[in-house]
Antibody, heavy 120, light 110 residues
Framework: QVQLQQWGAGLLKPSETLSLTCAVY????????WSWIRQPPGKGLEWIGD???????SYNPSLKSRVTISLDTSKNQFFLKLNSVTAADTAVYYC??????????????WGQGTLVTVSS | QSVLTQPPSASGTPGQRVTISCSGG????????VNWYQQLPGTAPKLVNY???QRPSGVPDRFSGSKSGTSASLAISGLQSEDEADYYC???????????FGGGTKLTVL
């Protein structure tokens, strides 16, 4: 059974860069989409973006200018970078493995979530 | 404001059948499949239905999804106390060129 474990800095100042890592245990990258989703405190889910096993990326248009998702198959890890953060980026960030095809990805497994707070 | 509209709350008593709706448009639900996620308090979401009406392994058959036109729904029969959670629908939106979630529905088991 595949497991996702994520980590990264939990407290940032405005204008800094958010960096998170998600490690994949018990499965390969091949054939799946690897995604990041966030949830502001007390609010709903927001898709940030994903990367395919071959390295193709897709981003939320509202975040596209600030987001980079990458992967390192040799380490079974994928990454999220979000530049120039503000208080509006405060949220729990989840990594996820997605099945399906490009337009019909469904998030099958999720990491435990990382609370990232942006505050001066 | 999400492009997928869900009722903010729903409720039922143990054993009842409840339905959670998800309303969209031609660019999202009308042309793409719908997935549903259950989020128990303080935990990560869990996939309970995908491709409109498919159940992942391990999800009870009490959970069933359907889609008609630009709307989708998740029905939970034989309601149990452990079903109390937030539920989210999700799909791809051709106009926004991205994946979208509904605003979520908080299900209370009375």
């Amino acid at each position: 059974q595949v497991q996702l474990q994520q980590w990264g800095a939990g407290l940032l100042k405005p204008s800094e860069t958010l960096s998170l890592t998600c490690a994949v245990y018990g499965g390969s990258f091949s054939g799946y989409y690897w995604s990041w989703i966030r949830q502001p405190p007390g609010k709903g889910l927001e898709w940030i973006g994903d990367i395919s096993h071959s390295g193709g990326t897709s981003y939320n248009p509202s975040l596209k200018s600030r987001v980079t998702i990458s992967l390192d198959t040799s380490k079974n890890q994928f990454f999220l970078k979000l530049n120039s953060v503000t208080a509006a980026d405060t949220a729990v960030y989840y990594c996820s493995r997605g099945g399906g095809t490009y337009y019909v990805v469904y998030f099958q497994q999720w990491g435990q979530g990382t609370l990232v707070t942006v505050s001066s | 404001q999400s492009v997928l509209t869900q009722p903010p709350s729903a409720s039922g008593t143990p054993g009842q059948r409840v339905t959670i709706s998800c309303s969209g448009g031609s660019s999202n639900i009308g042309s793409n499949t719908v997935n549903w996620y259950q989020q128990l308090p303080g935990t990560a979401p869990k996939l309970v239905n995908y491709n409109n009406n498919q159940r992942p392994s391990g999800v009870p058959d009490r959970f069933s999804g359907s889609k008609s036109g630009t709307s989708a729904s998740l029905a939970i029969s034989g309601l149990q106390s452990e079903d109390e959670a937030d539920y989210y629908c999700a799909t791809w939106d051709d106009s926004l060129n991205g994946r979208v979630f509904g605003g979520g529905t908080k299900l209370t088991v009375l």
